[in-house]
């Protein structure tokens, strides 16, 4: 069965896209840590991130660092952070999480409810930075 992430990128499920490539595709967390907190992930699923091929993992990197530079354009933050786990999905995935301090890539900390008008507002923000 195909992964929620694989059914994102095939368009049978709803995203608000960032960014997209002929092997990667970005779009917005849907139980965000902060706004603008992005998604990263192969278009090819893959169940965890260092199962990718060396060269596929360094442009997913790259790609990433596209990402978080429109992030941090876009919004107000301090850095933008980068989190791997791999637990959560059977699909590998970089979370890009814009922070002010440390304590705000905790995942104990509530996460934010945001509108569909929410969503669509801060995607376009990061968009126009691209």
Known sequence: MASIFSKIVKGEIPS???LEDEKFFSFLDINPMAKGHVLVIPKQEIDY???LDDTSLAEMNIFAKRVAEAIKKALPCQRV???VLGMEVPHAHIHLIPINKELDM???NPR???TT???KQ???AIRKQL
């Open 117 to 119: 008008e929410e969503f």
């Open 106 to 108: 905790n995942l104990s």
């Open 16 to 18: 608000y896209k960032i």
């Open 122 to 124: 801060i995607a376009e």
């Open 49 to 51: 991130i260092f199962d």
């Open 81 to 83: 952070g980068i989190m």
């Open 112 to 114: 934010l409810k945001l």
